[in-house]
């Protein structure tokens, strides 16, 4: 009986569709984000910086003609800002946050990160759940702990980086910026190794 119960669960696992992760760095870490919410990967560079604004808050950049937010990884989880180098790239992703006043809402953000890496698949028995560290950390952004070979990935759910409250201030500078054509150049993708996404 037990022989057949494994059968059949590796039957299951070699049907299995992975899910195909970016890994990048951030600092001395690891992390990776589903490839789903990832829109685009642009060169570090020519971002509007805004005054008076959070720190986790890098400014906006003109994307193909549209205002993007953009975020410092580093900032938004509690250490060093970025210094930017030829490795630093900004990943472009989409995230859904639910407005108290407009319901869901649907925003592209650019995250600065230290250096993009390669895509990864994962099936589901590579990924473990996240971590409890107790009340004083909060986990809510991580999916879970991909492992690839003997290396830990912590992999990212984009939509929980922020809060509602930070997704709102990013729709806002959106909305009240001015016109991307007068925001300076628009980024070339860049050039991924490994898989495609």
Do not use: W
């Not at 039957?11 to 870490?29: V, W």
């Not at 509690?78 to 639910?98: D, L, S, W, Y």
């Amino acid at each position: 009986m037990g022989q057949i119960i494994r059968n059949v669960a590796q039957r299951q696992i070699e049907h299995e569709i992975p899910e195909k992760f970016l890994s990048f760095s951030q600092g001395a870490e690891a992390y990776a984000i589903n490839v789903m919410s990832i829109k685009k990967i642009i060169e570090y560079g020519h971002i509007t910086h805004l005054p008076m604004m959070p720190r986790f808050i890098c400014g906006i950049l003109n994307l193909q003609g549209h205002v993007v937010p953009v975020i410092d990884l580093g900032v938004c989880f509690g250490g060093a800002a970025v210094q930017p180098n030829k490795q630093t790239c900004i990943v472009i992703v989409e995230v859904r946050f639910n407005d108290e006043t407009d319901g869901e809402q649907l925003l592209d953000i650019g995250m600065v990160v230290d250096a993009v890496n390669n895509v990864v698949a994962l099936l589901k028995s590579d990924i473990s759940p996240p971590p409890k560290f107790g009340q004083q950390i909060k986990t809510q952004f991580i999916q879970g702990i991909g492992k690839v070979g003997e290396d830990f990935l912590v992999l990212l759910e984009a939509s929980q980086i922020l809060s509602v409250e930070d997704f709102s201030v990013l729709q806002n500078i959106k909305q009240q910026a001015p016109q991307a054509d007068s925001l300076g150049a628009i980024h070339e993708e860049v050039e991924m190794p490994g898989a495609p996404l």
